[in-house]
């Protein structure tokens, strides 16, 4: 049973360039989670999406968008990248529900240069 | 809105020895879920237990249980028998929104 993927596993990016990070949630999970993580901090919510449509949302800039495909899985873009967006980002898996506990996947380290 | 603070940036604790991680969080609902999630250095944060805010029981999963004490909205953490695996950055978590800073334990051997 494959668990939570991300890809790619690290990239570098340049000031204002775009980046795309992708996610394939757990056999049988149908929410996708998206965290920043700061080196040596606790992830900050991104956004959740549940049926193709963003659900919930955190205090991050309009410049972080996503997409959830019909087969669950998703993808995270980030706009006009910042310094301050080098960062892990973390994708979780979950039933729908805030009963239903997170499933990680192992990140993508994105630095921004 | 919610805040969840871990306020112990470092514990240590002796292989079979018992370690409490302490978590205080902040909400107005009712009815919440609260997590602790452990990232191990390899960086895949696993969960380690669950606790439902409307159960007075606390949950425990083998050697980790948990004091939740919803009047005080406080959560915590307590490993018995530690073991060399159990070193990892542990993370309370209040539903799938607001994690805590988090707090390093390193198991001596």
């Known amino acids: 049973d494959a668990g939570v993927t991300q890809s790619p596993t690290h990239l570098i990016k340049t000031r204002g360039q775009q980046v795309t990070l992708r996610c394939s949630p757990k056999s049988g999970h149908d929410t996708v989670s998206w965290y920043q993580q700061a080196l040596g901090q606790g992830p900050q919510f991104i956004f959740q999406y549940y049926e193709e449509e963003e659900r919930q949302r955190g205090n991050f800039p309009d410049r972080f968008s996503g997409h959830q495909f019909p087969n669950y899985s998703s993808e995270l873009n980030v706009n006009a990248l910042l310094l301050g967006d080098s960062a892990l980002y973390l994708c979780a898996s979950s039933l729908r529900g805030a009963h239903s506990p997170l499933h990680f996947g192992n990140g993508t380290r994105l630095t921004v240069t | 809105a919610q805040t969840v603070t871990q306020s112990q940036p470092e514990m240590s604790v002796q292989e079979a020895e018992t370690v409490t991680l302490s978590c205080t969080y902040d909400t107005s609902e009712s009815d919440y879920y609260l997590f602790w999630y452990k990232q191990p250095p390899s960086r895949q944060m696993i969960l380690v237990i669950r606790?439902?805010?409307?159960?007075?029981q606390n949950a425990t999963e083998n050697r980790f249980s948990v004091n939740f004490q919803k009047a005080a909205k406080s959560f915590s953490l307590k490993i018995s028998d530690s073991q060399l695996g159990d070193a990892a950055m542990y993370f309370c978590?209040?539903?799938?929104?607001?994690f805590g800073a988090g707090t390093i334990l390193r198991v001596k051997s």
């Open positions: 606790q439902e805010a409307y159960k007075q």
């Open positions: 978590a209040y539903n799938k929104l607001v």
